[in-house]
C-alpha cells in the first residue's frame, strides 16, 4: 500500500521529536552500546541521520530537480563511518543539527510542484527512481533507523537488567 505524498512529508516532520523522545534521557552508556560487533551505536545512527541529511538524501532531491535523470553516486557507509568527524557527536549538538538539516530538506520539499514530483534520476544500486519514489526511501531510511535506535535501547536495558 503507498503511502500519499502529505502521509510522506508528516512522517518525516515525525523523524526528529521522534528521536528527541527516544535519546532526551539516554546517559552515555545507552548512547555508546553496542549491539553486536560491526553494529552502529545510538550516537552513531544519530551522527549518520544527520551526515545522510546533508549529503546524501537532500543532495540527491535537489539534483533530480535541477537536472534531467542525474547520475547519482552510490554511498559507502562503510567509508562514511571510516572519516566521519566526529566533533559534533554531543547528544544535543546531534539532534540540533538534524533539526535544521531536516528544516532545510522540508523546506525544498514543501515547495515542489506537482511536475517536479516526477522528475527523476539514476543510482546504480536502485535503478531509475522519481522523486515521489525518493521521498518514500528517505522515509524508510528513517524508520529502518528509528527502529535501530529502539532495538537498541532495548537491548542495553536488558542487558542491564540481566547483570544487576
Same mark, same amino acid.
Given at each position: 500500500?503507498?503511502?500519499?505524498?502529505? #502521509?510522506?512529508?508528516?512522517?518525516?516532520?515525525?523523524?526528529?521529536?521522534?528521536?528527541?523522545?527516544?535519546?532526551?534521557?539516554?546517559?552515555?552508556?545507552?548512547?555508546?552500546?553496542?549491539?553486536?560487533?560491526?553494529?552502529?551505536? /545510538?550516537?552513531?545512527?544519530?551522527?549518520?541521520?544527520?551526515?545522510?541529511?546533508?549529503?546524501?538524501?537532500?543532495?540527491?532531491?535537489?539534483?533530480?530537480?535541477?537536472?534531467?535523470?542525474?547520475?547519482?553516486?552510490?554511498?559507502?557507509?562503510?567509508?562514511?563511518?571510516?572519516?566521519?568527524?566526529?566533533?559534533?557527536?554531543?547528544?544535543?549538538?546531534?539532534?540540533?543539527?538534524?533539526?535544521?538539516?531536516?528544516?532545510? !530538506?522540508?523546506? /525544498? /520539499?514543501?515547495?515542489?510542484?506537482?511536475?517536479?514530483? #516526477?522528475?527523476?534520476?539514476?543510482?546504480?544500486?536502485?535503478?531509475?527512481?522519481?522523486?515521489?519514489?525518493?521521498?518514500?526511501?528517505?522515509?524508510?531510511?528513517?524508520?529502518?533507523?528509528?527502529?535501530?535506535?529502539?532495538?537498541? /535501547?532495548?537491548?542495553?536495558?536488558? !542487558? !542491564?537488567?540481566?547483570?544487576?
Amino acid at each position: 500500500m503507498r503511502i500519499d505524498r502529505p #502521509q510522506l512529508i508528516a512522517r518525516l516532520e515525525a523523524t526528529h521529536p521522534t528521536l528527541v523522545r527516544l535519546t532526551r534521557d539516554l546517559d552515555a552508556s545507552r548512547l555508546d552500546f553496542r549491539l553486536a560487533p560491526g553494529e552502529w551505536t /545510538i550516537r552513531e545512527i544519530l551522527a549518520h541521520l544527520v551526515d545522510d541529511e546533508m549529503y546524501v538524501m537532500r543532495t540527491r532531491l535537489e539534483r533530480m530537480i535541477k537536472e534531467d535523470d542525474p547520475l547519482l553516486a552510490p554511498h559507502d557507509e562503510q567509508r562514511w563511518y571510516a572519516a566521519r568527524n566526529t566533533s559534533r557527536d554531543d547528544l544535543a549538538q546531534l539532534l540540533d543539527d538534524l533539526a535544521l538539516q531536516r528544516a532545510a !530538506s522540508l523546506g /525544498i /520539499i514543501k515547495m515542489l510542484r506537482d511536475p517536479d514530483w #516526477q522528475r527523476g534520476g539514476v543510482q546504480p544500486e536502485y535503478g531509475h527512481f522519481t522523486v515521489e519514489e525518493w521521498l518514500e526511501r528517505w522515509v524508510a531510511h528513517d524508520t529502518t533507523h528509528i527502529r535501530q535506535i529502539e532495538m537498541t /535501547i532495548a537491548a542495553h536495558d536488558a !542487558s !542491564s537488567t540481566a547483570t544487576a
